[in-house]
């Protein structure tokens, strides 16, 4: 299941398919594993796991299903680094002496590798990263912006502004 080359594009459908199968394939392995350190004191720390899990599971799973998918990637993305954060939580507390954490560990980083590669294809697909991968932002108020929107803004305003701040821009 590990790439080889390091490089992940999402334009394919079966690309998509992949972090679905790998989060599924995580689960196969935390699931046993937690349910070996379920002691009453550590069961917050197991149930938190477990929601984050479920959680990043149903995110990727909508992912793959909605036309607009940046948001859901960034809430994804979000849920990753809570449920990396604590998996660490967890090994410092020196609960997860189960040998299957350090693949549980592995296999969340390459998610979230994965998460990233995906989000970075969607923003260059809708415009709103530079070649450099930075993201256009409106100069007022911060909003995520395309090229065309920045390019025709710069030239009109002579800043970068989203649609609502040229709005407000013009009317003064
Ligand atoms: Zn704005």
Same mark, same amino acid.
């Given at each position: 299941?590990?790439?080889?080359?390091?490089?992940?594009?999402?334009?394919?459908?079966?690309?998509?398919?992949?972090?679905? /199968?790998?989060?599924? $394939? !995580? %689960?196969?392995?935390?699931? #046993?594993?937690?349910?070996? *350190?379920?002691?009453?004191?550590?069961? @917050?720390?197991?149930?938190?796991?477990?929601?984050?899990?479920?959680?990043?599971?149903?995110?990727?799973?909508?992912?793959?299903?909605?036309?607009?998918?940046?948001?859901?990637?960034?809430?994804?993305?979000?849920?990753?680094?809570?449920?990396?954060?604590?998996? /660490?939580?967890?090994? $410092? !507390? %020196?609960?997860?002496?189960? #040998?299957?954490?350090?693949? *549980?560990?592995?296999?969340?980083?390459? @998610?979230?590798?994965?998460?990233?590669?995906?989000?970075?294809?969607?923003?260059?697909?809708?415009?709103?990263?530079?070649?450099?991968?930075?993201?256009?932002?409106?100069?007022?108020?911060?909003?995520?912006?395309?090229?065309?929107?920045?390019?025709?803004?710069?030239?009109?305003?002579?800043?970068?502004?989203?649609?609502?701040?040229?709005?407000?821009?013009?009317?003064?």
């Amino acid at each position: 299941m590990s790439d080889k080359n390091g490089h992940r594009h999402f334009s394919k459908a079966y690309e998509k398919l992949f972090i679905q /199968q790998k989060v599924y $394939d !995580l %689960g196969l392995y935390l699931w #046993p594993a937690l349910g070996k *350190i379920n002691k009453e004191q550590r069961f @917050v720390i197991v149930q938190t796991l477990m929601q984050e899990f479920n959680e990043i599971k149903k995110l990727v799973f909508v992912a793959n299903k909605k036309y607009s998918k940046k948001d859901t990637l960034r809430k994804l993305d979000t849920e990753i680094g809570a449920f990396k954060m604590d998996i /660490q939580w967890a090994n $410092d !507390l %020196g609960y997860l002496k189960d #040998p299957q954490f350090e693949v *549980i560990a592995n296999c969340i980083i390459e @998610v979230g590798q994965m998460v990233g590669g995906w989000l970075k294809s969607e923003r260059e697909k809708s415009g709103t990263i530079d070649a450099d991968g930075k993201e256009y932002l409106c100069s007022a108020c911060g909003a995520v912006i395309t090229k065309r929107i920045s390019d025709y803004s710069s030239t009109h305003f002579g800043r970068s502004l989203c649609y609502a701040c040229q709005k407000k821009v013009s009317k003064k």
